[in-house]
């Protein structure tokens, strides 16, 4: 199994919910990622997890707070989010924080209105 | 981290063989050189990597010169379905540097 498993698919929210993007992956992968994708922009790293131990913030506002509760999950919780957030939400994982392939699930499509 | 450059975009027919420049003039001792491959509304695919010289696998080869400034993807004989974007990424591999996307080249493969 080498699929990074991405909940939901689409997801629209108004600017006062609370929601939950959920990543998953069964690859014994001890490394994992958010990034944040615009329209025909590259993909923007937000968060690394090493070992269950949250290495890399990259001055990602606390509106998005991210969650590694095991080795094969990494959840994403939104809170209070702008129209501005609406992007494509991507979680990859690696074998290692030293490893070079990622392996990249299908992406949250996310709406705030 | 070593800063990337790339076309924005470039053309090709079916059947020929594509090349992707990427630029990284400070790239570091301990830096690899990664490529991904993105189709609209998908992540990122891995493709290749390396460190110095020549790479081959199934699907592409990467060239690399001696002072590693830059690097070549070669694509071989590219289909319709090749039509994608192409991220070139240099880091060292640890705690996601390797992670961190250049601006990346639209290719498009026309009939």
């Known amino acids: 199994d080498t699929e990074v498993t991405q909940t939901p698919k689409h997801l629209v929210m108004g600017m006062t919910n609370k929601k939950s993007l959920k990543c998953e992956q069964h690859m014994g992968h001890r490394a994992m990622y958010w990034y944040k994708q615009k329209a025909k922009k590259p993909p923007e790293l937000m968060f690394v997890?090493?070992?269950?131990?949250?290495?890399i913030n990259e001055s990602v506002p606390s509106r998005f707070s991210p969650e590694c509760p095991n080795s094969s999950l990494l959840n994403l919780h939104l809170h209070a989010l702008q129209p501005e957030d609406s992007a494509l939400y991507l979680c990859a994982s690696s074998q290692g924080p030293g490893n070079t392939e990622a392996f990249f699930g299908q992406g949250t499509r996310l709406t705030v209105v | 981290l070593a800063k990337t450059t790339q076309p924005i975009s470039m053309d090709s027919y079916e059947g020929q063989e594509v090349n992707i420049t990427c630029s990284h003039n400070?790239?570091?001792?301990?830096?690899?050189i990664t490529w991904y491959q993105q189709f609209p509304s998908q992540g990122p695919r891995f493709i290749i990597q390396?460190?110095?010289t020549k790479v081959t696998n199934e699907v592409a080869s990467l060239f690399i010169p001696a002072d590693r400034k830059s690097s070549t993807l070669s694509l071989p004989r590219v289909s319709l379905s090749d039509t994608a974007v192409y991220y070139c990424l240099v880091g060292d591999n640890n705690y996601g540097q390797n992670f961190v996307f250049g601006p990346g080249t639209r290719l498009s493969v026309l009939p």
């Open positions: 390396g460190y110095k």
């Open positions: 400070n790239i570091a001792t301990n830096d690899y």
């Open positions: 997890y090493s070992y269950e131990k949250l290495s």
